[in-house]
């Protein structure tokens, strides 16, 4: 993690955002707050149900009966 001071990223904003690519970049201001430069992608319109999965053993079924007694507890 690459940290600069606000004069510093103000002064090579250009090569910091280049560099943020590749890694972590932290700007610091005299007063003490942080800023983390993250690049965002192209492709950032995914969906907030594009989770990643789990692996585990239990059955489709299995699910569906906890989901229905959840839901009749409420």
């Known amino acids: 993690m690459r940290v600069f001071s606000y004069s510093e990223a103000r ?3 250009a090569s910091i955002l280049n560099m943020a690519t590749e890694e972590d970049v932290v700007i610091a201001k005299k007063d003490g707050t942080k800023f983390k ?4 992608t192209k492709n950032e319109s995914k ?3 594009d989770v990643p999965g789990i692996k585990s053993n239990i059955t489709t079924k299995e699910i569906l009966e906890i989901m229905k007694e959840a839901r009749e507890t409420f």
């Open 37 to 40: 430069i993250v690049p965002l």
């Open 11 to 13: 002064q090579n904003f």
């Open 47 to 49: 969906s907030p149900f």
